[in-house]
């Protein structure tokens, strides 16, 4: 059983920046794929980032690549999203997720994610 926490979100002017933490327990981060999604209100859930648990690989949607970084702290056993140049329209609550298979078919869909954590609002001011 894998639990996830996530924290960091908040307020924030356009143009400024976050930092969303993802503290695991129950499974090394570093053995597990991990993945950030978003939903705004009204919306679907919407994929951000992942990054998977052998080689370290990334990938982000097209909509965050080049302003959302995604990564991971083996030793404190969390993953990060570090968001800067955040834009209103990345306003949504954040959720951090987990797949402990050995790989994720695909890694945007959400349903290959076994785990969730409670999710954290941002909210991007204009």
């Known amino acids: 059983q894998v639990q996830l926490v996530e924290s960091g979100g908040g307020l924030v002017q356009a143009g400024g920046s976050l930092r969303l933490s993802c503290a695991a327990s129950?499974?090394?981060?570093?053995?597990?794929?991990m993945a950030w999604f978003r939903q705004a209100p009204g919306k679907e859930r919407d994929f951000v980032a992942a990054i998977n648990w052998s080689r370290g690989s990334t990938y982000y949607a097209d909509s965050v690549k080049g302003r959302f970084t995604i990564s991971r702290d083996n030793a404190k056993n969390t993953v990060y999203l570090q968001m800067n140049s955040l834009k209103p329209e990345d306003t949504a609550v954040y959720y951090c997720?987990?797949?402990?298979?050995?790989?994720?078919?695909?890694?945007?869909?959400?349903?290959?994610?076994?785990?969730w954590g409670q999710g954290t609002q941002v909210t991007v001011s204009s």
């Open positions: 129950g499974r090394a981060v570093s053995s597990a794929n």
């Open positions: 997720a987990a797949s402990t298979t050995y790989s994720v078919p695909d890694y945007r869909i959400g349903g290959y994610y076994g785990y």
